[in-house]
Nanobody, 125 residues
């Protein structure tokens, strides 16, 4: 069974940093499209960042570009999201997702087949 487990969430002040991790079992991150999504209360789930681990291309939502960095460690079968300069509007449940597509939109949550249960990120002002 495919399992994705997120970790690294927590509460930080605006301007702080967090590093989220997503460990996979039953699925190989290498040569696939994987990503991070988030959902705030009352809001739709939105794509944050994605990576095509085969080609190396990365994709970011405009709201996080320049602040967040997605990466993966194939040896550990783990994906990361480095989140810097956090803002209160970044507050959300963050989800790891796998088995997406690089085209037409790798930040479309409906294109992904596997999901973790999420880790909460709260940014206070």
């Amino acid at each position: 069974q495919v399992q994705l487990v997120e970790s690294g969430g927590g509460s930080v002040q605006a301007g702080g940093s967090l590093r989220l991790s997503c460990a996979a079992s039953g699925y190989t991150f290498a040569s696939n499209v994987i990503g991070w999504f988030r959902q705030a209360p009352g809001k739709e789930r939105e794509g944050v960042a994605a990576i095509d681990t085969g080609g190396g291309s990365t994709y970011y939502a405009d709201s996080v570009k320049g602040r967040f960095t997605i990466s993966q460690d194939n040896a550990k079968n783990t994906m990361y999201l480095q989140m810097n300069s956090l803002k209160p509007e970044d507050t959300a449940m963050y989800y790891c997702a796998a088995d997406g597509v690089s085209w037409p939109n790798p930040l479309d949550p409906y294109e992904y087949n596997y999901w973790g249960q999420g880790t909460q990120v709260t940014v206070s002002s």
